[in-house]
């Protein structure tokens, strides 16, 4: 099993330009998470999806959109990058048996 | 609204010791609470769960206890390796359906050899 796997590892992104962040996993865990950790603020959650079809905003939601495509995917989307999304962004996932959350890499994001 | 501390933020100490990592939180009605491992530029690995009806969990060289009435976790780990050297994290589950967790700000760990 890869677990959770995330794409890009790295991303440097021009002022006002858009991207997809893309995750998926492979344990057939039923909810997916998009956090994003910064130096001084710990790790805040964007948005999180409890299962397929549904999808929530969390602490930070503004500047960000998602989509659960489907049990597996779950992608994160700036629209417009802004230099305050620069950070490092976390997917999860969880089964609904008990809750431990499985973490991906990471990906690196620079808005210049 | 829960609010999850951890204290140090720093810790050094010298091979071999055994050491206790602290997490506190605000509201004690919480599902569960985890702790996890993240190593420089790395993702977070998981390290021990602990569901809100249990007082601890062990796993090799650690252990994990929790107390939900004083609102507190430790981290117990014994006999220290420089290969221990990371931040850990303590973050905690509310009860509340469909909610994520919620995360302290990591002590970080060095152990010297």
């Known amino acids: 099993n890869a677990g959770v796997t995330q794409t890009p590892k790295f991303q440097v992104l021009k002022t006002g330009q858009s991207m997809t962040l893309q995750c998926a996993q492979d344990?057939?865990?039923?909810?997916m998470y998009w956090y994003r950790q910064d130096p001084g603020m710990g790790l805040r959650l964007i948005y999180y999806?409890?299962?397929?079809?549904?999808?929530d905003k969390g602490e930070v939601p503004n500047g960000y959109n998602v989509s659960r495509l489907n049990k597996r995917e779950f992608s994160l989307r700036l629209e417009s990058a802004a230099p305050s999304q620069t950070s490092v962004y976390f997917c999860?996932?969880?089964?609904?048996?008990?809750?431990?959350?499985?973490f991906g890499p990471g990906t690196r994001l620079t808005v210049t | 609204k829960q609010e999850v501390t951890q204290i140090p933020a720093a810790l050094s100490v010298p091979e071999g010791e055994n050491l206790v990592l602290n997490c506190s939180f605000t509201?004690?009605?919480?599902?569960?609470l985890q702790w996890f491992r993240q190593d420089p530029g790395k993702g977070l690995t998981s390290l021990l769960l602990?569901?809100?009806?249990?007082r601890e969990q062990t796993s090799g060289r650690l252990n994990a206890s929790l107390d939900k009435s004083s609102g507190r976790s430790t981290l117990y780990i014994a006999a220290s390796q420089p290969g221990d050297s990371a931040t850990y994290l303590c973050?905690?589950?509310?009860?509340?359906?469909?909610?994520?967790?919620?995360f302290g700000k990591g002590t970080t760990l060095s152990v010297s050899s």
């Open positions: 602990i569901q809100s009806s249990q």
């Open positions: 344990m057939n865990h039923n909810s």
């Open positions: 509201d004690s009605a919480i599902y569960n």
């Open positions: 973050a905690v589950r509310p009860w509340e359906a469909g909610t994520a967790l919620i």
């Open positions: 999806s409890a299962s397929e079809g549904t999808t």
């Open positions: 999860a996932s969880s089964p609904s048996s008990n809750w431990e959350q499985y």
